[in-house]
Every structure is written in C-alpha cells, then in structure tokens.
C-alpha cells in the first residue's frame, strides 16, 4: 500500500481527541476507503500533561501550532482549535501558503474569514475543506457542494445549533422557562459555561451563512445575516405556539428572492406537520429546495466528539483520493454577485403576543395601529378575563413586510394599555 | 473555459429527456460547478420521431445505443435505458472497456452485474458513476461512500420505493385495499402497467443490494437479500397497525450481525413516532448508523425525471471535475468478505394476524403451538365476537428466530380452526 497521509492536528479538545480515535479504531476501514492510510504524526495543544484518552506517544508536538505547517512531514493540517481569528486562522493560512490540504471544523473561520481563505486555497491548487463546519457528522456540505450541484437552490433551512433546538425541546415539553432549562443544560453539558455563541443565535449564523454561499455559489457573507437568538423566548409563548398548530425553532434561513439572497437566523413558529417541527433535541437538520430535485432534508447529530470527528476524517478521506472541490462550490470568479436583502425587506406572516390591561377599547386601539399599517390579520386570542389587570393577546398576521411590521410594533408598544416590550415570532412555512 | 465535457445519453425516456432538460435550464450554473460546460453531443433512443419536450437537433443519433461508446467526440457515456441485461449492460461494458466514465441509474444492473462492471472500471481506471440508482435525487450513495466513510456502519435501512410507499399510505389515509389502491396509482401513473418490479419488492430489493454493499464495504450480492412485497398487507392489517403503535411500511433493511451481514426488504410495522414511520407518499428515506457520527437520516424524492437528472448531472459534474471514487467504496481488493446471513436467521418481534372460528379453545390452541416453539407472547388482541363465525386474532411475539417462527406459522396455519393463511409482518425498531 502507498505510504501513509501524514496529518498533523491543531487542537486537542473533544473534536480533535476525536479525531485521533477515528483514526485508530477505524484504521483498517479508512485506510480501503482512502486507498492508503491516514496518521496523525503531528500534534499542537496547549497542554501536554491533560489526559485526553488518547494515546499521543510518538507523535511530533509543537506548542505553537503555526508551526505544524511548516513541519515537511505533515502532508495535511486539521484545525480543530476553533475561533475566527488568532491560532486557527494563521494555521489556516500558514498551511495553504504552503500548499498543504486544510480540514477544519471551524465555522467562525469559514463565516468571518471564508471568501479570503478560499482565494489562498485557489492560488495553492489545493483543498480547504470543512464538512465538519456545518451540522457535524450530517455531510450537508458535501450534499449542497456535490451532491445537488445541478440545481439552482430556492431555500435552505435548518435546525443548525442543537443547544437552542435542545433548550426549546425541554420548555416545551416540560412547559418551563428558558433561564432554568439553561441553567440545567449548563450542568448537563449541552451549553457552555458563557452560552451567548450558541442562545444568542452566532452560532447558527455562521452556519447559514456558509449554507447561504454553498446553495446559492456566492461569497460567504456573514455580515449580511440577521441574527436573533431565543432569550426571549418565554413558556407562554411557546403554549400559544402549539394552540395555533405551531412549535417554535431556531431555524437559518436563506432564500432567493426577487431582490437578491435573503439571509436569517431566529425563532421561527413552524408547522406542527412540517418536517423541521419533528426535529427535537440536540438533533440538527437542513432542507434544501432545488429547481429539480425537490425538497432534500439530512438529520443528524449536529455536535460532539464522535458526529464531528466523522465529518474530518471524511474530509481527510476525500484529499487522500484525491477529491476536491473550490471551497464555494466553483471558482472565485464564477461565484455569483447577487446582492443581500436586507431584512426590513422580509414578506412574511407574524405571531405578535402583548400583555395589555383587560379593559374596553384595548383590542381596538392595537388593532387600529395594524390596520393604519396595512397589516391584516389572520387570527387573534385573548385568554382569560383580569378586569384591569394584565392579560395575554395573541395576533397572528397575513404575509407582510418587515419594515410595516416593526413600525407597527413601535406604535403598539408605546400604547398605554400595552404593559411589556411585545413578542414578535416570525412564521415560516416550513 | 476548457473545452465542454462531451455527454453521450443512451435512452430518452423521462430521465433522459429529463437529464438533457437540467444540463440545458441550468447550463451555466453546472459549468461553474463542473469548472467547464457540459454538453450532450450524441444520443440514442429506439424512436425518433417522439416529442420529448426538449429540441435533439445537432446531435449525433445512433440507432444502436452500444455504438455510442465507440463514438471518439464522446467523453463520457451516461446509460438511462434501464434493465440489467440487454443494450444496457453491453453499453456500461463497452464504455469501460473503451475507458470512458460512465453515469448510471440502472439499479438493476449496478445490483447484480455490479462486481462485474466495477472490476471494469478498475482495470480501466474510470469512474462508474451511478447516485440516481438508489432514492432518486437524494445524495445517499456520496453520502455513505464518502460523506460516513469514517464510519462502521452497523445498520442502514430506507424507503426505497416511492410506488409502494404511495400505495401504503392511501392504503392508510382512506382505509381502502391494496387492488383499488393500486389500480389507482396506475391510473395517475404512479404504478406501471405491470407493477411487479415495484409492489413485489424487487425494485427496493435492487437499491438495497447497493446501499448494503456500500454500507458494508463488500461485492454487492443481490441474490443474498431476502425479499417480499406488499401484495398480502391488507386494510384490517394497517388498521391493527395502528392500534399498537405502528405503521407498515416497505422497507429495506441490511444489518451487520454477529454471523454476518441480513439483507431483506419486507413490510415492516414500524413504531409510530420513528423517523421512517412519518415518511409518506412517493417520498424515499434512507437512514444509517454508523459508530461515530451515529443516525444519520436522508429524506426526499426517490422518482420522477426532475430528482433523477438532478442525480445522474451530479454524477457527470463529480467527473468534470475528476472526483472520483471506487465503485463500492474501496478497491476490489479491499472489499470485505464477510458472509450473508440466510433469512431463516433473522431475529426480530413478529405481529401475527389470523382469521378464526370464534369458538372456546381456538386461542388455547394457537398460543400452545407458539409455547412448544418457545415463543413468547408480548400482547394478544381479539376483536368481536361471532361465535361460530371467523374473527381477526392478532398477536405479537416477543424478539425469535425466523425459523422458529416460519415452523410455528405452518403448525398454526394447519389449525382446524384457523380459517385462511396468517399474516406475518416484522416488527423493526425503527
């Protein structure tokens, strides 16, 4: 057999000690598949004595993990150390300036720092791949990139943060608050001891935004995203939800629009019957819509060691045989230049929900404001009777645009009898 | 941009036409993803004269589909005319031997001329392309042959057959029987006139040979699957179905076990909240397990000219670009040999349904030949009374062996009192 593919690995937490037990309890299987063996010989971490459950004996260490691509026996560099900038960008680069292959699992990377790489990796001639970036072991990369390439994509969506999905699954099932069912995915280990990446929706904008430039062959553009996370999202909110036939998701969404690619992460209210609506816990899931292939969905388990780890060695797979692809699906210059839309150009249906004082002329007054706004309205609840206290009001709205819809809120929020900042859900078909 | 990838198309039926509709609609798009165009210069197709809906002027037309391979301007040859044997099989033959890529959705022939057709391919050292074979539009074969190639998969299993999905689901929706049913979908064209290959399981029985071989890494084996259609499932049995949780579906399944690998499409009553239950219509589902990334589910249109184009173009921008991959996974030298294991080795849960003389005993009878065969009971229902007149028995058995099952069947099917042959369908955990 050929000699084997030399790999260093930069990052030795949960993806990259991963990484390394692929490699060692799957040796013989993807050394066929690969049609040589892989090896890690070289490694980076901060700390040499963390016991990581991996035998690490006879590797090359480095502490400066720039350096690993400089070592003339490492055919292919993993980054695994994660972050947009510092360490893993300057591997990123230091690696592909000296035309080595390149597999990360760093979408922050790909999101912030994507369209620069991917011209360093086009000027080298050699693979930048990242399959692991997206949905972990899901290889939704590979689907969009290759494996739908002779569509033209209309939408992607997708349960891309499975600590959000997890968080609503719990408070939906056990009707609680989002702080508690935090607090307790904290001490479960579904949620980082500072949760905001994931809970305040980063996360899964970097990951639409590489969806967004694979569907659609542009640019990575991670700032055209809107981004909202699911702090806000309360109990009471996600009961109205299943009275209305809804359950709310953190879903990523792009789309074709007249004017351009619209792009946005936030809660959503989704069908109960729709495919993403069955999607629960830490589980992720995409769904690609192509002019002729119809509607694609891929599920999976979208985080941890083994799922991600999968998605890395499958990338080292591909550069052993040789297969690669320009990182946004074609080269720099035939990616396309469709313009962001920004989200004040949104079309859609909305769920409102406001406490307002029980008392006469209070529906009327709100309903005025939606109507003066050329909003109307699909259906509306108000539960219960608290003569002069506070009472929630539900109104779901027709299709409308964002901009109405946020000036109306305005308007609403300022009137005497509306008690908190109202709750604005988007609706999405599916 | 190079000089285009020149395509040959052998059959113009919905797929072909539909092939020459993608690679026409979406040209540019698929020659930035292919890095050239890709164009059709020669076809073949036994009528000339028929409308396909897409204009054939300017290409090269052969009667004799074979001639195409010889044809010099032909780069690659893509074989839509289906069937194992006959002008297909010597086409993809003489492709190969002329060491032209060749792009497939004959699922038949990659079934069980596979092994065959895949040593070709190696010797010649070309690509034998062939994703629109299994489920249509859905990546699922790049997906087990490269996206969990990091895997040891331990199970795969799927919808695999749209026509049969279809009928089992209006079977359910409006409680009617499986003739008028499929009588029906042929009326809508979602059936063939003969409607064996589908109804009979062959169709599913062909895909899952494929996914077997690639989930598993050795020679496809067709003859090893196990095989049975949904010609015997009847409303009472979807109705029973129902009351304990499940729903019957088509499915194919193959299994790596202590003895080897199970192969066997069959209905199968599936728990009601697994993901494969909830996949209705002409829609396919494939889900696999592997032991790193875990379950992994894939969901879309196994049908239709649209998702299979979508498919067979993948294939031909994956040659543009030189990705390629071993036929099944890995060298023919690499494959595995691990053996097949014969049906009568099968252990699962088992749902009986008999027809009896509503008489005292009868029940005594049956479940005293299921006790002799040590084979044990998880629930009984009876429904109705009629004394003296027939009456549905349902039972459902604990996890047995097939043989002991198969023997019990014939004891009890040989009971006075047991009126007409019993149904047996398998009870698959999801």
Redesign the interface.
């Given at each position: 057999m050929t000699r084997p593919l030399s790999v260093a690995v930069a990052g030795l937490g949960t993806v990259g000690a991963?990484v390394l037990?692929?490699l060692r309890?799957?040796a013989e299987?993807?050394?066929?598949?690969?049609?040589r063996p892989i090896a890690v010989t070289a490694i980076s971490a901060r700390d040499r004595s963390r016991d990581r459950g991996v035998p690490l004996g006879g590797l090359r260490w480095y502490d400066d993990p720039v350096a690993l691509a400089a070592d003339p026996a490492v055919d292919v560099v993993v980054e695994v150390i994660g972050g947009s900038e510092g360490p893993a960008r300057e591997l990123v680069r230091a690696a592909l300036e000296q035309r080595k292959p390149v597999a990360t699992a760093n979408k922050a990377l790909m999101a912030v720092h994507g369209a620069e790489l991917a011209a360093l990796a086009e000027r080298a001639g050699v693979p930048l791949a990242f399959?692991a970036a997206v949905a972990?072991?899901?290889?939704v990369i590979?689907?969009l990139r290759?494996?739908?390439?002779?569509?033209?994509i209309s939408r992607v969506a997708g349960i891309l943060n499975g600590t959000c999905n997890y968080i609503l699954t719990v408070m939906r099932e056990r009707g609680r608050e989002f702080a508690e069912v935090l607090a307790d995915a904290q001490k479960l280990g579904y949620a980082e001891a500072d949760p905001s990446f994931d809970v305040d929706g980063i996360d899964a904008a970097h990951k639409l935004a590489i969806l967004a430039a694979l569907a659609f062959?542009r640019p990575v553009a991670f700032e055209a995203v809107h981004v909202e996370g699911i702090r806000a999202i309360s109990a009471l909110d996600i009961g109205f939800a299943g009275e209305f036939g809804y359950r709310i998701k953190l879903l990523g969404i792009a789309r074709q629009t007249e004017g351009g690619i619209e792009a946005r992460v936030h809660p959503c209210m989704v069908p109960q019957a729709s495919?993403l609506a069955?999607v629960d816990g830490v589980f992720n899931a995409v769904v690609a819509e192509?002019?002729?292939?119809?509607?694609?969905?891929?599920?999976?388990?979208g985080a941890g060691a083994?799922?991600t780890?999968?998605?890395?060695?499958?990338d080292?797979?591909?550069i052993a045989?040789?297969?690669?692809?320009?990182v946004w699906?074609?080269?720099s210059g035939?990616?396309s230049d469709a313009p962001s839309v920004p989200m004040s150009e949104h079309f859609g249906a909305y769920y409102l929900r406001l406490m307002v004082v029980d008392r006469p002329g209070v529906i009327a007054d709100v309903t005025a404001v939606l109507r003066d706004s050329g909003i109307s309205l699909e259906s509306m609840l108000q539960r219960g009777r608290a003569p002069g206290e506070s009472v929630p009001v539900v109104l779901v709205t027709h299709e409308t645009n964002e901009a109405a819809m946020r000036a109306a809120l305005l308007r609403i929020a300022a009137l005497d009898a509306v008690l908190e900042a109202p709750t604005l859900i988007r609706i999405e078909p599916a």
């Open positions: 991963g037990t692929v309890d799957n299987l993807v050394a066929a598949r690969a049609g399959e972990g072991g899901i290889p590979k689907a290759e494996g739908l390439a002779a569509n033209r062959g495919p069955g192509g002019d002729f292939v119809g509607r694609v969905m891929l599920e999976g388990r083994g799922p780890a999968s998605a890395v060695v499958a080292l797979i591909d045989r040789g297969r690669t692809t320009p699906g074609a080269a035939a990616l």
